[in-house]
């Protein structure tokens, strides 16, 4: 959350602190700052942007098998979990008014431990005029960049590591924003920086731009002739009186020379004919609020028509703005969108970046540390430490509104391995992992939102639970519950926040706040002991199904993946059943499943594809669950397609989510299965069945981020059948996923409110068999 304080705060308020009026401690804002490791500065005219790496140590659970050292030792679990600690990057951006700058200085001074640098990267205006006061705080030589270049090299980091970094504005539907699928190919672009006069900036390549032109009439001209206007010096406030003026009482309109439309042009009468053009004749005082509006439109007018002029010149469609003429303010973005829609006929999109005002930090970091190439990583946003984007219409949050003594927050986690798009995926470019934009659908908002605050104290309570020889586990919990809280109240006022709200991203949200309080895999326990007890029944399992004839061993295949689908503990109507009946099992999950027909029911086909069709060549398959899921329901499936002549990749999450198996506790499980069953062991010895991360931590599945690994392998294998399954992969995204092969998507739904919209009822089941069109 932002914290908030009074304009008049400037200078130091005591060596060490922060002034009273912010509302934040100073360690939740200046985060992880006793391991920086290297800086960058961003100081604009009003703002400044402090970007710094640090490393963060935290909590993992980490799997394996009993050590027997020669004894031989029955143990009741199949592996043993052990907590152990992690060191990770991250990157943290902070954006504050100036007037604090001082005394942000002398609080970062006092807590520097162990920075490896002695030089710290700035940009912008005030990178001059802050230079000695920085050099003399810290200690630091201050190396100044410039501008553009951090500009264009913080762009395209944004571009390509936040997937919702982009968005329209749309200032008379239900949310203002409307975020963006980025594309896969970033370039080329167009930037246009509206700072004081107008820069103009083609992107081809990572470092390759140029600038093709600008005008000197821009944001500064806009303060300018606005404060010799209306007497008003302070640029926010200069928006604010344009927000509530009426342009047309300055303007001359189209209808104003022409008594209406100018129909042998095409020209609708309400366009502006002449800015100003009133003022020349009309015998009274106009408004300040009339003229600021009328400057704003003015100047607004100018720099779309520009943009478009060079867009189409240089053959772009690609438009995004920046500077602090934007920053954020619905009026400027209003009025720019309309430009560029007008000059373009509609054909050309203004585009505008969720973390815009961060640019040049995020850019001069980079250029401080190229000897560690932070392009080669993927990066990934940490909602838990990110402030959010926040709306600034004058009809929203007044609260939220406040930008005075705003303190900012933006952080970034290193991924430890790159993320690619699945080869797989038909078009890249359009593929929406997201089934339902919750940003967009307000019923399913205030739904999904209750939802996770009703379910908050039992995930508080079990993350609790998961700890017992931890002091302060419980004083912890109460902090992760406090904190998500925080989070939920603030997506119902600003839903677009992070970007489009989903129920992954709020999935996403709660793991990360989960993490960040040292909980890592809360349901660890939980899987060791349903995986031993699993374990135990797989033999079982299998000689019942080696007993039916081929038709009827398909269907049970299926039925037994849908059955250990239904134990999923993220599900309240699942976890409720399991709590309070502890003999609910296999054969208890079968009788929960709906009859055929199901709710999405393509069996059929799928069962005429096996009798008719050649054995698929490899089949990539996500898993979802531990326990009954992994070892009941989908090795058995993975036995039968081995049997027949298929290749598989069995992808598990990176890290952990919820009670779904991860890669590392794949491993152990697939060991035990294959000391017990041949068709696993050989297959497995002749790589013929293959285990992969797919470098995720979440319940869901964006195939647009996976692990450049299981990409490899899925082109090596010429993968084609790709097997989705579970509620948060297949159904809360993926749902409508185009494929270039074929795919199964299954799962049981286990809410009722979805249940319900999808036209079924609990427990009815989605059995989607899709073949790629040709």
Not at 70 to 92: C, F, M, N, W
Not at 468 to 480: G, H, N, T
Not at 730 to 757: D, F, M, P
């Amino acid at each position: 959350m932002a914290a908030r304080g009074g304009r008049g705060g400037g200078g130091s308020s005591g060596h060490g602190s922060l002034d009273k009026s912010i509302t934040l401690p100073p360690d939740e804002i200046f985060r992880n700052l006793e391991n920086a490791k290297c800086f960058a500065i961003d100081i604009g005219g009003s703002l400044t942007k402090l970007a710094y790496y640090s490393t963060v140590q935290h909590k993992v659970a980490r799997v394996r098998s009993f050590d027997h050292s020669g004894k031989d030792i029955e143990h009741e679990s199949p592996y043993e979990v052990t907590v152990q600690e992690e060191i990770t990057a991250r990157l943290h951006f902070i954006k504050f008014e100036n007037t604090y700058i001082e005394t942000c200085l002398d609080f970062i001074k006092d807590h520097l431990v162990n920075t490896e640098t002695k030089v710290i990267k700035a940009t912008g205006g005030g990178a001059y005029k802050f230079k000695d006061l920085i050099e003399k705080k810290l200690g630091l030589k201050v190396d100044k960049e410039d501008v553009m270049t951090c500009l264009i090299k913080g762009c395209n980091f944004v571009l390509t590591n936040i997937p919702h970094e982009v968005f329209a504005y749309q200032k008379d539907s239900d949310t203002e924003f409307r975020f963006q699928t980025n594309h896969p190919n970033i370039f080329p672009y167009l930037l246009v920086n509206i700072g004081s006069g107008v820069s103009i900036v083609k992107v081809e390549m990572e470092d390759k731009f140029e600038w093709i032109g600008g005008s000197s009439i821009g944001g500064g001209t806009f303060w300018g002739l606005g404060a010799l206007l209306t007497k008003t010096k302070k640029f926010d406030e200069l928006l604010q009186l344009a927000s509530k003026g009426q342009h047309t009482n300055v303007d001359m309109l189209v209808k104003d020379v022409y008594g209406g439309a100018y129909q042998t042009l095409g020209l609708s009468g309400n366009l502006i004919a002449s800015s100003f053009g009133k003022s020349a004749t009309a015998d009274k005082d106009f408004s300040k609020e009339d003229m600021a509006k009328s400057l704003l439109h003015m100047i607004s007018n100018d720099i779309g028509q520009l943009a478009c002029l060079y867009a189409k010149l240089h053959n772009l469609d690609k438009i995004y703005f920046g500077g602090f003429f934007i920053r954020g303010h619905p009026v400027t973005m209003r009025t720019i969108t309309y430009s560029i829609n007008f000059f373009s006929k509609g054909e050309v999109q203004a585009l505008f970046l969720r973390h815009e005002g961060y640019l040049g930090a995020i850019g001069a970091f980079l250029k401080g540390a190229e000897q560690d190439n932070p392009n080669q990583y993927s990066w990934g946003e940490n909602y838990a430490g990110s402030s959010g984007l926040m709306s600034t219409s004058p009809d929203l949050c007044p609260m939220q509104r406040t930008r005075s003594g705003t303190f900012d927050m933006f952080e970034m986690d290193r991924l430890e391995r790159p993320l690619v798009n699945l080869p797989l995926l038909q078009d890249p470019s359009t593929y929406i992992p997201d089934t339902v934009d919750l940003t967009d659908d307000a019923m399913a908002r205030k739904y999904w939102l209750t939802c996770f605050e009703e379910a908050l104290d039992g995930v508080a309570k079990r993350a609790a639970a998961s700890q017992p020889d931890s002091i302060d586990a419980v004083e912890r919990a109460e902090k992760f519950q406090q904190k998500y809280w925080n989070k939920l109240q603030t997506l119902r006022q600003q839903p677009f926040a992070y970007g489009t709200l989903t129920v992954r991203s709020l999935l996403d949200t709660r793991e990360h706040c989960l993490n960040e309080f040292n909980f890592p895999d809360p349901y660890s326990k939980i899987k060791q002991k349903e995986n031993g007890i699993a374990l135990k029944c797989f033999q079982g399992v299998i000689e019942s199904l080696d007993s039916l004839d081929w038709k009827e061993r398909q269907l049970a295949l299926v039925k037994g993946l849908l059955a250990g689908n239904v134990f999923d503990w993220g599900a309240k109507a699942v976890s409720d059943v399991l709590e309070s009946e502890t003999q609910f099992g296999f054969e208890e999950a079968k009788s929960k499943l709906q009859e055929r027909p199901w709710l999405e029911d393509s069996y059929n086909e799928w069962l005429d594809r096996l009798k008719e069709g050649p054995p698929h060549k490899c089949a990539l398959i996500f898993a979802d669950n531990s326990g009954i899921d992994i070892i009941l329901g989908v090795f058995p499936f993975v036995r039968e397609l081995l049997s027949s002549g298929t290749e598989v990749i069995l992808a598990c999450n990176s890290g952990p989510a919820l009670n779904d198996v991860t890669y590392s506790e794949s491993l152990i499980v697939t060991e035990k299965i294959a000391a017990m069953d041949s068709v696993i062991q050989s297959a497995l010895k002749e790589e013929r069945l293959l285990l992969v991360q797919t470098g995720s931590s979440s319940p869901c599945l964006d195939l647009s981020r996976l692990d450049k690994g299981l990409a490899v392998l899925v082109r090596e294998r010429k993968t084609d059948l790709v097997i989705i399954e579970g509620m948060g992969r297949a159904i809360h995204t993926n749902y409508y996923a185009a494929l270039k092969c074929e795919s199964l998507k299954l799962a049981v739904i286990k809410n009722s409110w979805l249940a319900e919209r999808l036209g079924g009822k609990i427990f009815s089941v989605i059995f989607k068999y899709e073949v790629p069109h040709e």
